[in-house]
T-cell receptor, first 111, second 114 residues
């Protein structure tokens, strides 16, 4: 079945550092890809999405490019802030009405 | 973000209790979803409703009973739960089910079953 794999473990980094969170997927067909963010005590919010190969989603300084050849959708931000501390989820939708989520990555940004 | 609201935000219940979770969306969407978020596990889709009709039940135990009286409201009725049902229950909505549709999430109900 369709699935999403995120890198293991929390990510801790200093303010203004470069952030990368890896996401790879397995899917039949041509899925849409999403990154959601969950701030403490809140639900998930859409951060960005891409609906076809080579599309780049971007929002709030975050970017991710839909790479069909490597089945990846890695999230990047050039200079993180303390307010970016949250849990980040990669997800895919493959047309059967389901969003398949990765396990999420806790990101902690230290001042 | 107040597009999708959930009540209560926190709930503690015993295994013999009956309680209900409520979700309301103010976005004019036609599809609504229940998810379960447990520690260290991916989000699990539980139920999907499209135009008030249940279109998916992801092998959820019968102690969870959903109800969708209209496209704006979704309930999850709980009875005789187990401690392992303790989790964050998230409601979401989308314009319609589909490949490119973005789902919008509520803040969740944190449930503890004693």
């Amino acid at each position: 079945g369709d699935s999403v794999t995120q890198m293991e473990g929390p990510v801790t980094l200093s303010e203004e550092a470069f952030l990368t969170i890896n996401c790879t997927y397995t899917a039949t067909g041509y899925p849409s890809l999403f990154w959601y963010v969950q701030y403490p005590g809140e639900g998930l919010q859409l951060l960005l999405k891409a609906t076809k190969a080579d599309d780049k989603g971007s929002n709030k300084g975050f970017e991710a490019t839909y790479r069909k050849e490597t089945t990846s959708f890695h999230l990047e931000k050039g200079s993180v802030q303390v307010s970016d501390s949250a849990v980040y989820f990669c997800a895919l939708s493959s047309g059967n009405n389901r969003l398949a989520f990765g396990k999420g990555n806790q990101v902690v940004v230290i001042p | 973000e107040t597009g999708v609201t959930q009540t209560p935000r926190h709930l503690v219940m015993g295994m013999t209790n009956k309680k209900s979770l409520k979700c309301e969306q103010h976005l004019g969407h036609n599809a609504m979803y229940w998810y379960k978020q447990s520690a260290k596990k991916p989000l699990e889709l539980m139920f999907v409703y499209n135009f008030k009709e249940q279109t998916e039940n992801n092998s959820v135990p019968s102690r969870f009973s959903p109800e969708c009286p209209n496209s704006s409201h979704l309930f999850l009725h709980l009875h005789t739960l187990q401690p392992e049902d303790s989790a964050l229950y998230l409601c979401a909505s989308s314009q319609q089910p589909g490949l490119q549709e973005t789902q919008y999430f509520g803040p969740g109900t944190r449930l503890l079953v004693l």
